[in-house]
């Protein structure tokens, strides 16, 4: 018995299979290189927003208060004293209180071309996957449909003071690094808050993005304690006292966090950013010579018992 000849399809066929495969392959090459494209892109267009300059290059002597505290720990003396300090030594002071600190003020905090920046901000450290993180508070409460980029890049988490409370956006050192428009031109950033400089990474995240000097502390911290020991921090810079001999006589007047014993420091500790001074008749940082001298989770609920902490 003779088996049944397999049909190869006539030519027209063939002629018609080949062009149905060209063009499936037509069509994957053009999705591939659409995808590409697209990738470049974004690439190109993050590269030139981290790499831009700042609208503001001009140093001028403009000083921001960010107090996010306003909502937690309001205290109006701090805000006043500090002001007065600063405008006596020649700056120009913008206040911001806590409902404003939200993520977008972050994002555009370079561009005001502020010299030196005060954060009163509540901040806390964690671990997640093995690396190390801090989180800046914001005021804007918390969706999982919002800022879905940030979140899925871990530059903004959330961020509550106490269990079964309301939640927060926080920012890490990645939305300072990826995120935050311009740059920051040679700015002192005194960051108030706990753990500021438990680990250098935000500290690293601000010098990258064109801040000088970071100070702040390496621990939990209180509220009034921060609020004392800025005050002294900002009477010592504006006496033209460098770097290092505000932040020492700082400590050495106030001392560390009664409670948690956490002390005042600064990053980097290079020689030329711990003699660095302001001077109140100029509108740059001078290197001042001295011959003798011559350094958890990212979701995260936290408390703290017992007193009003950052």
């Keep these: 018995m003779q088996g ?4 190869k399809g006539t ?25 590409l494209i697209a990738l ?22 403009k000083a921001a208060i960010v107090d996010h505290l306003s909502l937690t720990s309001p205290n109006q003396t701090f805000n006043q004293t500090a002001t007065n300090i600063l405008k006596q030594a020649g700056y120009t002071v913008d206040y911001y209180p806590g409902e404003e600190v939200n ?14 920046i005060v954060l009163r901000v509540h901040s806390v450290a964690g671990t997640s996957d093995g690396k190390n993180f801090i ?10 449909t919002k800022y879905f980029y940030e979140q899925w890049t871990d530059q903004v988490g ?27 031109n040679n700015a002192i950033i005194i960051m108030m808050g706990c753990e500021g400089l438990i680990y250098t990474n935000m500290a690293e995240a601000f010098i990258e993005k064109g801040a000088k000097v970071y100070i702040s502390w390496n621990g ?6 921060t609020d004392q020991a800025t005050i002294q921090l900002l009477t010592y810079l504006t006496q033209n006292q460098t770097i290092r001999e505000a932040v020492e006589n700082t ?50 609920f936290w408390e703290k018992k017992n007193k009003v902490n950052f």
Aim: hydrophobic fraction near 35%.
């Design 4 to 7: 049944k000849k397999k049909h």
């Design 11 to 35: 030519k027209a066929e063939i002629r018609a299979q080949k062009k149905r495969f060209r063009l499936i392959g037509t069509i994957i090459t053009v999705a591939i290189l659409v995808v």
């Design 40 to 61: 470049s892109s974004f690439l190109i267009y993050s590269y030139l927003k981290q790499s831009s300059p700042n609208p503001h290059p001009a140093f001028e002597l």
């Design 103 to 116: 993520v977008e003020f972050y994002r555009n905090l370079p561009t005001h071309g502020y010299s030196l």
């Design 135 to 144: 989180l800046f508070f914001t005021s804007e409460r918390f969706s999982s």
């Design 158 to 184: 959330w961020v509550g003071y106490y269990e079964g409370g309301p939640i927060y956006f926080g920012i890490r050192e990645k939305f300072v690094r990826l995120s935050m428009n311009g740059r920051f």
């Design 220 to 225: 939990s911290v209180s509220a009034s304690h």
């Design 251 to 300: 400590l050495n007047e106030v001392g560390p966090d009664p409670a948690d014993n956490s002390t005042l420091d600064y990053y980097p500790k290079t020689l030329e950013t711990q003699n660095y001074v302001i001077l109140n008749t100029s509108s740059n940082l001078i290197l001042k010579v001295d011959v003798a001298t011559t350094i958890s989770r990212r979701n995260l």
